[in-house]
């Protein structure tokens, strides 16, 4: 109830989720999950195939329905009033979605009309979209000649031809090349500007994550770590430190003073340090003089704040899919 | 704008788009014009001089109309029904590609989203309907107002049922070659079993017929529910039936009726 009070008709681009879990068979794909994202932030959900990350985005979209627990989006609960939340949501799914058949003009026109935005407004929010997106010179091509980055900029600009106030996007830039997941996220940043829209967006791309206002790294079904990426770096990640030994003497005494320290193929010595000890450690390193070629330091990734959480490389894409074959 | 007219103009949306895409299909439009010229322009005219009153010097049929009169409506409900259960096939594409959920996260009930659909199949149905309508002058039936307006009413009645039959079918096939093959075993068989190629003989008791044909042809035909559509549009477009010309509409109507429920509960649970 309480959930309910807080994400009330005041914060539409607000979602709650509280206490979901749902279970296919005997997998428990979402195990008594809570979270909130606050209206007009970039929220991320970050976790390795099969975390439960589409079905959590499944259930916020209205496509699915939790086992137990409830989730709010807007104020309104997806499982009592699905179409009042329907209107506060623009969705980008994972899987391609557009009729590839029509043109892109007429797929944004049809969304326009089954979300019963005017005639007028329609046209005109067409127009301004597919100029963002720079879809404007092949508005009246058929989506099936066009490729795969301009389908994905025809979607994104698809889901925001209703008000939405939430944007929801499924893995929105996967199999693109740089440009175009660059383009994308230079036109997501312009439309959260304009329009105070909040966004949920799953990725695969660490790197893009960094750009959000707060990540939420999920795996087997749970919140892991609800952070800033800041914050999410130096709590779960540590600093690596790098040297390159000029003889064997120096490498044994290194090792001898340093039992993580581990050895790298090219002859590097690598040692991981949480951040505050990195300056002691580095001053050590350098007092074995001339012993050591050259030393270097590596301020931590979120990607390896992500192994140190779920154990598993966030790329590990295909050995991941083969040990849980969902998602 | 009101609640009902966003509904209305989602509905519209999404006949629009069932519409837009089959004008788009040069293989349904294809099939759409070829199968009227070749039953009645190939096969009708090709039978019409075998088609009459005697068999080996004995008079058995007396029937007032001519093969390519008696056999032009069975060509319309044929073709109503191949691109009816065609364009159910948009239910299978739209799964495979995506589009459902586009359309499943709309703020628009399910029922609108299926009458939508149905909707748009029978508008491109009852428009290969009125092709074979265009060949009437060649089979030598008149149409007059009146048979035409009644006509083309019952065609659209048809055109629906038949379509929600396809969305049906459509929902247990899910890939595209399973519903090729479905169709073909479904909609030809129906289509031969339901007196439309060949006539049950009016003049004849049930009992004589069974000596005429064999008695499980006789019984298939009878229990093709098509068999009385065909025989109601004899009845509209040549003037003559064999069953009594009420048994048509209430087939369709109930097929309509009990297809359009499953579809749409099936429909609700995704």
Known sequence: MSVLLRGGEGFPGTVAVASVSKRFGHILALDDLSLDIHEGEAFALLGPNGAGKSTLISIIATIQQPDSGSVAVGGHDVMRSPMKARKMLGIVFQEPSLDTRLTVQENLDFHGRIHGVPRRQRLRRIEQLLELVELSEVRHKIVRGLSGGMKRRAEIARALVHDAKILILDEPTVGLDAQSREKIWSYLDRVRGERGLTLIVTTHYIDEVDGCDRVCIVDGGKVLALDSPDALRSKYAQDTIRARPEDIATEQAIFAAFPQARLRRNGEIAISVASPEAGPVMDRLRGFGRGVRYLSLERPSLESAFLNLTGRELRGEQAAALGRGRE | ?270
């Open chain 2, 1 to 270: 704008m009101t609640q009902a007219s966003i509904w209305l103009g989602a509905l519209h949306a999404i006949w629009l788009r069932e519409v837009q895409r089959s004008l788009r299909d040069r293989g349904q439009l294809i099939g759409g014009v070829s199968r009227p010229l070749l039953w009645v322009l190939i096969l009708g005219i090709g039978f019409n001089p075998y088609f009459r009153a005697e068999v080996f010097g004995q008079v058995r049929f007396a029937v007032p109309f001519t093969y390519l009169q008696f056999i032009f409506p069975a060509v319309i409900v044929l073709n109503i029904m191949y691109t009816a259960v065609q364009s159910a096939v948009s239910l299978i594409w739209d799964r495979e590609f995506g589009f459902l959920r586009e359309v499943m996260v709309a703020p628009v009930p399910r029922w609108i989203v299926l009458l939508g659909k149905v909707l748009g199949g029978a508008t491109v149905a009852l428009g290969h309907g009125c092709l074979v309508l265009i060949l009437a002058q060649f089979a030598g039936v008149q149409l007059r107002y009146a048979n035409l307006a009644t006509g083309l009413a019952y065609m659209f009645l048809l055109a629906f049922a038949l379509t929600c039959v396809g969305i049906f079918l459509a929902n247990r096939i899910r890939s595209f070659e399973g519903f090729g093959i479905f169709s073909n075993t479904v909609i030809l068989p129906l289509y031969f079993t339901s007196s439309s190629v060949f006539p049950l003989d009016p003049s004849l008791t049930g009992a004589q017929t069974r000596v005429v044909y064999p008695e499980w042809l006789v019984i298939l035909v009878q229990y093709n529910p098509l068999t009385y559509v065909v025989d109601h549009f004899r009845g509209v477009f040549i003037g003559f039936n064999q069953f009594n010309p009420w048994a048509g509409p209430i087939v369709i109507v109930i097929v309509a009726a009990v297809f359009f429920a499953i579809s749409l509960i099936e429909f609700r649970q995704g």
